[in-house]
């Protein structure tokens, strides 16, 4: 269920998905220093985040993009608090398909969290008939991510070849696909 006023996607009574402006970025930053190393180990965006200014500037212009309809990124908030980013990172109107992304707290992880949000995400955007197609692509050793496609329900379609640079390092990353069938 979505609310156009505020942009939000109900997920369950505790996890709701809000489009993603910097009124997050605090709680949102602590979240990524607090996950630095872990999160460095699967993304190489959290050494460029310093400071709090940083996640203010990147949500900005998440919510730019996501009014302009280029993306679309939502803050997960989980028993009222920032827990993690949903986000259609990439939208290939002309074909209507959206290339998902995500990160969550490591404190949330284990409880289903970014299953039940991914599940929503792509059952809105299907359901009002604006997305056909998703895809998840995550390097082949990060289980937890591949974990999440599978539950989620995608389908695996393929490796990529040495398709992500992280760390100094050439990674293969497994490419998922969910197809909607409201269309």
């Known amino acids: 269920m979505t609310n156009s006023q505020t942009d939000s996607i109900l997920v ?31 993304m190489a965006w959290p050494k460029f985040v310093i400071n709090e200014l940083d996640t203010a500037k990147f949500l900005q212009e ?6 302009q309809n280029q993306s679309k990124t939502y803050v997960i908030i989980q028993n009222d608090m920032a827990v993690g980013i949903l986000s259609f990172n990439q939208i290939d109107t002309s074909n209507k ?7 969550l707290d490591s404190r ?14 792509t059952n809105y955007y299907a359901s009002q008939k604006i997305i056909k197609r998703f ?4 390097a082949v050793s990060n289980v937890k991510s591949n974990a999440v496609a599978n539950r989620c329900g995608f389908s695996y379609e393929g490796r990529l070849k040495q398709a992500e640079y992280l760390n100094g390092i050439y990674h293969d990353q497994n490419i998922y696909g969910l197809i909607s069938t409201y269309m």
């Open 12 to 42: 369950n009574p505790h996890i709701i998905l809000k489009t993603a402006n910097n009124s997050y970025a605090k709680e949102l930053y602590n979240v990524i220093d607090f996950n630095r190393n872990y999160f460095s180990q699967f």
């Open 62 to 67: 998440c919510w730019l993009k996501h009014q």
């Open 97 to 103: 398909t959206a290339y998902i992304g995500y990160w």
């Open 108 to 121: 949330a992880q284990g409880k289903g969290v970014m299953t039940q949000a991914i599940q929503a995400l």
């Open 135 to 138: 895809v998840i692509k995550c």
